[in-house]
Every structure is written in structure tokens, then in C-alpha cells.
């Protein structure tokens, strides 16, 4: 099992759709996740941070599942500037671990 | 505020040429600091950490290395390029035993 292993992209979706993500992860021991975003040719910056069993920002929303080690992120009524990669990120061993990313492509 | 920059922002250079990336930090103390590579469709593979001046840790066996000369400066090098040194390279910060980690702008470097 990969130590993060994100959804196969791209995924494809009109303005104002709803759509999820799924990130496994496979250290069990983990604490915090975290879901990066990546524009095209621009550096990945933070979108948001999971401590608990989830954190919701605006149209965003992220949930863990420890039991089954999954992390998953929600984008509510999904804007054009959303499209982007979606990283998720677990940490370990003192270091960040990234998956390899989910594209989203949002259509007018 | 802290920021991070990165220089060049684009590099091409040919197989067998050295290589210097270089990364700074504004508005801190004592950062940990990071280097990422991604290749072209590929995700993010660190490459080196450092957790203070002269201390570097490598992941990564290859022909790059990097140094930490002053507390907020990282330097990414290379004596002899290969084609597959090409690659978006990525530097970033974090405090302490704090995971959220903020990156510069990046360094494209392709190697021709």
C-alpha cells in the first residue's frame, strides 16, 4: 500500500456541482492532515488542516475516517477558480508525505 | 509576515553543467526548511530537509546536494547535471514541530 494514495484525475465537473475527494494513507499513527492546492506551474499552498475528524471553511470541507484511514475533502457549488490539484498530505516520521494529486477541472 | 523566494524562477541548462538554486526566508528564526522536486505530471518528492545551519538531511541517494550556510538560507546543488535533473524544484518552511509547511515560488529547471 502506498504511504498516501490519492484518487485517480481528472475529474471533470460543470459550475455549481458538489464533488468529493479520497486520500488513503497508510500510517496508522498519523495525527494531522492536510489538503494542499496546486495551480498549474505554481507552488502548492495550504487549503486546509485536519486535527480531529474533520474542519469545514466555507464551501470546504474535509473529514477523517481513522478506522478506515481515509481522508476526503468536499467542494460545495464548485466555482471556476476551483479548478486546481488537490493534494493530500499526511505526515511522518517528521516529514510531510504528498500524494500525487487529484486534477479538477471545473466547466462553465 | 513571512515570505520565501526562490531564484532563478526558470533555468535551462545543459547535461553536465552545474547547477546553484538558492532559497531564503524573511520574517523568522530558526525555520526548518525543505527541498521538494516535482516532476513533470508527477507529485511531490523531497529531496533534502535541514532543521538548522549546517545540519542537512538527504532522502533522496543522487548527484544533487544542498547546505545551509545561514539560518534562513538553502542552497541546491549540483556538480554535473543529468536530463533527468529536469523538474519544477520546490522550497519550503515550517516552525518546529509544526507540519504546515509554506512554499516559494519555484525553480523550473529543464536540462537539455
Known amino acids: 500500500r502506498k504511504e498516501v494514495e490519492q484518487d485517480p484525475g481528472p475529474f471533470n465537473v460543470p459550475e455549481g456541482a458538489t464533488v468529493a475527494f479520497n486520500c488513503t494513507y497508510s500510517?496508522?499513527?498519523?495525527?494531522?492532515f492536510f489538503w494542499y492546492r496546486q495551480d498549474c506551474r505554481k507552488e502548492p499552498k495550504l487549503l486546509m488542516s485536519?486535527?480531529?475528524s474533520g474542519n469545514e471553511d466555507g464551501r470546504f470541507t474535509a473529514q477523517l475516517n481513522r478506522a478506515s484511514q481515509y481522508i476526503s475533502l468536499l467542494i460545495r457549488d464548485s466555482k471556476l477558480s476551483d479548478s486546481a490539484t488537490y493534494l493530500c498530505v499526511v505526515p511522518q516520521g517528521g516529514k510531510l508525505i504528498f500524494g500525487q494529486g487529484t486534477e479538477l477541472s471545473v466547466k462553465p | 509576515s513571512q515570505t520565501i523566494h526562490q531564484w532563478p524562477a526558470t533555468l535551462v541548462q545543459p547535461v553536465g553543467s552545474p547547477l546553484s538554486l538558492e532559497c531564503t526566508v524573511e520574517g523568522t528564526s530558526n525555520p526548518n526548511l525543505y527541498w521538494y522536486r516535482q516532476a513533470a505530471g508527477r507529485g511531490l518528492q523531497l529531496l533534502f530537509y535541514?532543521?538548522?545551519?549546517?545540519?542537512i538531511s538527504s532522502e533522496v541517494p543522487q548527484n544533487l546536494s544542498a547546505s545551509r550556510p545561514q539560518d534562513r538560507q538553502f542552497i541546491l546543488s549540483s556538480k554535473k547535471l543529468l536530463l533527468s535533473d529536469s523538474g519544477f524544484y520546490l522550497c519550503?518552511?515550517?516552525?518546529?514541530?509544526?507540519?504546515?509547511?509554506?512554499f516559494g515560488p519555484g525553480t523550473r529547471l529543464t536540462v537539455t
Open positions: 500510517n496508522s499513527a498519523s495525527q494531522s
Open positions: 485536519v486535527y480531529s
Open positions: 519550503a518552511w515550517t516552525l518546529g514541530n509544526d507540519y504546515e509547511q509554506y
Open positions: 535541514s532543521v538548522g545551519i549546517g545540519q
